[in-house]
């Protein structure tokens, strides 16, 4: 806590009503032990629609190899084979590092899943799902936005993270919200951010007008997550003894775990990744992208240590991809796809889902998986199972979702109250 | 000249709240010089750079001020009598991305076409793309040259505007290759113009007819996306008063319309078509009335309808409105542009003349009361430091970073211009430090000299000397190498 400006940071953090508390250690003045119990959604967007049927491929089902002679992922048991879920389904061997927390019962998968939005369009389906309302063009914020409004207060700017250059649409909205861009091993450093530039514009803008709070929360924010990545850093030196930092994905997984197990003021996280457009030789692409990925999701699991039990992640797509491989043994813009849930109190080890089937007919439009289970009841369930939202609260954040059908039944394990 | 600016202000006083103005006074009659604020007049100058324009460059406030504003307001509704410096002109007419037409530019990037079962050549691909790409970005030079250096800066402004209101977005199939082409033949020619000929030639454009899908829309397959948003978001508006049934309606009568497709045989392919095979010719009926099956004159027929409606009169008055004067813009100044557009038939020029005439342009309430999207942010602060070179990445990162890339709003409802859309912590904390390295001079160029840090005594000038007290003061107390910075960081900056 000895860089920046400690007497800013903890000026303006008690002016929001909130007490530093030692190294490290934030809690909301007056809000209870906030530590201890914070619970956090992570979302992992894999933007450029990953291919689901290789990701958890059905491998029991002799269509599959028909549709994909070239990409087809060999069954469990062959060298460069499937790893077997559950005696139906296989897991890609890149996602080798996730084994464990399937079988320990933290990782579930849900087959089949996806926007009610028939389009085929990368930036429509994206936009649908992180606005959370399929087919309604022009909606103006984020669902995960909506969610911070209804989540407890206090609200501050650092509640709900990006890591990346932009916000993205999912966490666009009224409540504020900060991101960070990353750059190697560290925070990527704004002008502002240098004390003497800060100190100047502070006197611009201290009143209680619309732009001075606006500044005065993007300066709290950027302290704050500035502050968090310096000490995650100086002890994760201590900690590795030089061992080679992560790279990539596991970078910011990394960076963010360790945020996130040290800051309990930051309850939504958002991460997006890329080159899942496989159109052309799928094969070594998706591989090498989903090997970092799951280094990426074990890293983060591990740094969150005992928080990871208060945690769910969310990977989803924009949507998945054509049955059958195309001429350039790649595929195409499909429809239904598989979401994954990690996450302490998910009962996983299993993929839930309702399976359509690999049959012409039951292709949709005879090309892609259909989608027989809504996008937005996976995120409902967890956002009532596992933040405990209520029904009026859930459809202020997914209006118009429907209801959950009894495949997702026990997906995320009812929280105890003590 | 003095005088001259001070009897606007004077004008500008006793309008307040009062109905329009028929007519300005004649330029040359000479007003007595009363009124209580020595700067209001300069303030009235400094409000209509940062109205008309994408904010005041070195030498424009001298300029205005001694040109006078009512003939400088005049000259920027009647962009074809300012002239283009050659340069610029040249440099323009350079970019083929602006001057070929659609269908050109895809004859000259498209990948050579392959037969049924051929594999295609993966380098001629590339160089497709990359030729696609190179188009994409003579396009965003362009217009950032246009906007920065461009002496018709009205015309710059609602090319802006309304290509806002048209929106495209540049990742979807081909659409990148046409914007420039969409911008400069589509928009540019009817910006101040009559908004039936705008509304014409952007459902011609086959970049709209590929972005909103209505090269898909036939008998027989009905495809409604350009029928719901050309009543949507390009006419009557959302509350506009029209059904489901009229969007089918309009669907069907849309049916056929789109362009010519590309291929070996095809050498006009990607230009505008009506295909009445694919047409519906059944007779239908559009907001109450018949429109009877005749093809491509039923779409003509229909445009007329939308453009004269009403509703359409309102929601563009209303955009309008909100661009130029307010984000909750004063009910009775809308309604009296929507006014002056159906008694002109939508004449763009005659609304904008009512708008700057208006009492509530000219408010005190209305004075940087406008938080300036990214895109005008940046614009003012390169026009402000006098940056004459284009360092187009840097635009590009910075305006991404902040959440307005060009071409890049996914959604056909345009950016908004509100400052509900864009202030946030994050927005302020990356404007101010860009406000820092162009304020600096550490704006990073490839190979070249930056421009040299931005002189406060100077900036202060462009601006006006208008500054409010506490920036005034604030300036005055920090270190010489940040005031320029601080100015173009500052509250007064961040609105126009």
């Known amino acids: ?418 | 000249m003095t005088r001259r600016i001070l009897s606007l202000g004077l004008i500008g006083t006793l309008v307040l709240g009062a109905p329009a103005i028929a007519k300005p006074p004649p330029v040359s009659t000479p007003k007595p010089a009363k009124t209580v604020d020595p700067h209001e007049g300069d303030r009235r100058i400094i409000h209509a750079l940062n109205r008309l324009t994408f904010g005041p460059r070195p030498g424009d406030f001298t300029m205005v001020a001694s040109m006078g504003l009512e003939r400088y307001i005049d000259a920027q509704l009647h962009p074809e009598t300012i002239p283009m410096p050659p340069e610029l002109d040249h440099k323009l007419k350079g970019y083929e991305a602006l001057t070929l037409s659609s269908g050109e530019l895809w004859l000259k990037t498209a990948p050579p076409e392959t037969r049924k079962g051929q594999q295609p050549d993966p380098e001629a691909q590339r160089r497709s793309r990359e030729q696609m790409h190179q188009t994409f970005e003579q396009t965003v030079e362009a217009r950032l040259l246009e906007d920065l250096e461009s002496p018709r800066q009205l015309e710059a402004v609602m090319v802006d505007f309304w290509f806002n209101h048209f929106n495209l977005y540049f990742d979807k199939g081909p659409v990148q290759l046409w914007l420039g082409s969409f911008e400069e033949q589509a928009i540019r020619p009817y910006a101040l113009g009559r908004f039936r000929d705008l509304l014409g030639a952007v459902a011609r454009h086959p970049a709209m007819l590929f972005y909103l899908d209505n090269f898909q829309n036939a008998a027989g397959g009905i495809n409604e996306n350009y029928a719901r948003e050309l009543m949507e978001l390009h006419t009557l508006g959302v509350d506009g008063g029209y059904s489901q049934a009229d969007v089918t309606s309009l669907a069907h009568v849309l049916t056929g319309w789109g362009f010519r497709r590309p291929g070996a045989y095809q050498p006009d392919g990607f230009s505008y078509f009506f295909n009445f095979r694919r047409h519906d010719f059944a007779d239908k009926t559009l907001l109450g009335k018949q429109i009877p099956g005749a093809g491509e004159g039923e779409v003509e027929l229909a445009l007329d309808m939308l453009a004269r409606h009403p509703s359409t009169a309102h929601h563009l008055a209303y955009k309008l409105a909100q661009y130029f004067v307010a984000d909750d813009p004063p009910e009775g100044l809308v309604k009296r542009l929507a006014k002056r557009y159906l008694d002109t038939d939508g004449d763009i020029r005659e609304v904008l003349t009512t708008l700057f005439r208006s009492g509530e342009f000219w408010s005190g309430q209305a004075y940087r009361a406008k938080f300036k999207t990214p895109n005008q942010y940046l614009l003012s602060v390169l026009r402000a430091a006098g940056v004459h070179e284009v360092p187009r990445d840097y635009v590009e990162r910075n305006l991404t970073e902040l959440g307005q890339p060009l071409y890049g709003c996914l959604t056909p409802d345009g950016y908004k211009n509100t400052q509900e859309a864009w202030l946030s912590p994050d927005a302020m904390m990356r404007r101010v430090s860009l406000a820092v390295t162009i304020g600096r001079g550490r704006l990073p160029m490839a190979g070249a000299m930056g421009p040299a840090p931005v002189d406060p005594g100077a900036l202060a000038t462009t601006l006006g000397h208008v500054l409010s007290p506490d920036l005034d003061h604030a300036v005055s107390a920090a270190p010489e190498d940040l005031r320029a910075a601080l100015i173009l960081g500052s509250p007064d900056f961040m609105r126009r």
């Open chain 1, 1 to 418: 806590m000895n860089r920046r400006d400690f007497l800013r940071r903890s000026a303006a953090m008690t002016a929001l009503g909130m007490l530093p508390l030692g190294l490290g250690g934030w809690v909301w003045g007056g809000g209870g032990p906030g530590h201890a119990r914070t619970k956090r959604l992570i979302v992992v967007f894999l933007r450029g629609a990953v291919d689901g049927l290789s990701v958890v491929a059905p491998y029991t089902d002799p269509l599959y190899f028909a549709a994909r002679p070239r990409i087809a992922l060999p069954k469990p048991g062959t060298d460069g084979g499937l790893i077997d879920l559950d005696g139906r389904f296989g897991l890609h061997p890149a996602l080798e590092r996730l084994v464990p927390l399937w079988k320990s019962g933290s990782l579930a998968f849900v087959h089949a899943c996806g926007s009610p939005d028939p389009t085929r369009s990368h930036f429509d389906a994206q936009d649908y799902m992180e606005s959370g309302l399929p087919g309604r063009k022009g909606t103006v914020d984020g669902w995960m936005n909506r969610l911070l409004s209804v989540l407890p207060a206090p609200h501050g700017p650092t509640q709900a993270v990006s890591f990346g250059p932009t916000i993205p649409r999912i966490l666009e909205g009224h409540m504020a919200v900060s991101n960070m861009a990353l750059e190697r091993n560290a925070a990527k450093l704004i002008p502002v951010d240098r004390p003497r530039i800060g100190r100047a514009f502070d006197a611009l803008y201290s009143g209680r007008d619309a732009l001075s709070v606006a500044y005065q929360q993007g300066q709290e924010a950027r302290q704050t997550l500035l502050d968090d990545l310096d000490q995650v850093n100086e002890e994760r030196q201590m900690a590795d003894h030089g061992a080679p930092s992560p790279v990539g994905f596991g970078k910011d997984t990394d960076q963010l775990a360790r945020m996130l197990a040290l800051d309990p003021s930051i309850k939504l996280a958002f991460l997006a990744l890329g080159g899942w457009d496989t159109h052309i030789n799928q094969g070594a692409q998706l591989a090498n992208h989903l090997r970092p990925l799951a280094e990426g999701l074990t890293g983060l699991v591990q740094g969150l240590g005992d928080a990871f039990a208060d945690t769910t992640i969310l990977v989803m797509s924009e949507f998945g991809r054509t049955f059958r491989e195309n001429g350039d043994a790649g595929t195409d813009h499909g429809h239904g796809n598989v979401m994954w849930v990690l996450g302490g109190n998910v009962q996983g080890g299993k993929v839930y889902g309702t399976w359509p089937g690999l049959g012409d007919d039951q292709l949709y439009q005879k090309r892609d998986l259909a989608v027989t289970t809504d996008f937005r009841t996976v995120v409902g369930s967890v956002l009532t199972g596992h933040l405990g939202l209520m029904t009026p609260q859930l459809a202020r954040v997914l209006p118009g979702m429907p209801p959950a059908d009894s495949s997702l039944a026990g997906l995320i394990r009812p929280t105890k109250t003590s």
